[in-house]
């Protein structure tokens, strides 16, 4: 699995004129380096008697992370899954009508996972990025920068998976379906600008 | 070496709560993912006929870009260490005067390279983001979102080094450096506004 790769090969990889590993992968590997972070600086609050009127409100969203750091670590393999399913169906027999047919259905099909995959990673990154400001804000001041780069590094992840989601659109038939991901595409990244606006004005004022 | 450790486990322990690895090495780590899809994309692009015009460039970009993911991904383990470094001089002994002046100035230097490690990530990191409009703008439009991604995640690694920089700052005393270094931060991070608006008119446009 690509998650259990090493860092310098999983670098190595994406480095490759290989396109999988791709930019997908990636988006969900460095949005889960994100979520970590911001987990750590719950981590480092936690317990602490100087930080206790945080404890509750960091308590939750650190149970929130978690999941959320999980997934996008199985997204980095998850990607590149969706990735070779749509090579495989561009590779399927096109000797006949029946053929080109079942070929055209199973690429719409592939295109349609191989969007859905980084959309939900965006959906998952996004609402991690919503709790950052309140890691920055209530966190030990200490872990600030941490806090910081884990805001980042989810940013970073939402907006890579986002471009993963739009770059598959144009080769989708099914107009209502491409409006649908494309307003999505519109409101996460609204929220992610005001999320980022939030932990951001914490972060500079602190630092 | 925490470079060689799984990408699983590498997010494991920056969510753990011991405080390294911790932003630095991460932003080490990100920043190489980037470096490492702008090279992706120059592969996906050299050698192909329908590129040709762009082929001298993409080569001249990728022999640029490979020591600077070679050297980010080395930063991950070297972040930890200055930190280490740090911990290890507040740990010295302070029973007499000389010992707690030998401590003081242990502390010092450490603090110094503490930030001097993130900075040089951010130097290379910004140097890579000012090639990405180059590999965005000349490289295969397939891998359009990787070449996007790439930059983002630049971004992000740069912006990240940064924090740890600025976070350093204030428990060092000599005032010169500390106005050299925060007039270098100012410097990086105006020089990465300007590559990002570049790389991203062309993300914008082309997706």
Redesign the interface.
Known sequence: M???????E???R??????AP???S??A??A??G???L??TC??TLGREKYQDAEEDLMEVREEL?PI?VML?AS?DRDSEAYDAVIAAFGMPRTNTEEKAERKAAIQSAMRAASEVPMDMARRAGRALDLASIVAGKGNP?????A???A??L??GL??AL??V??NLPSIKDEAYVAEMTSEVERLSQRADEAMAKVLAI?ESG?
């Open positions: 690509l998650k259990e790769l090493p860092l310098t999983f670098s190595t994406l480095a490759s004129e290989q396109p791709g930019g997908g990636a988006s590997a460095v889960a380096l979520a970590g972070l987990i750590m981590n480092l978690e750091r670590l980095v200490n872990a600030l920068s941490d910081g780069c884990g980042r590094f940013e970073a907006r890579g471009y993963n739009r770059i972060i630092l």
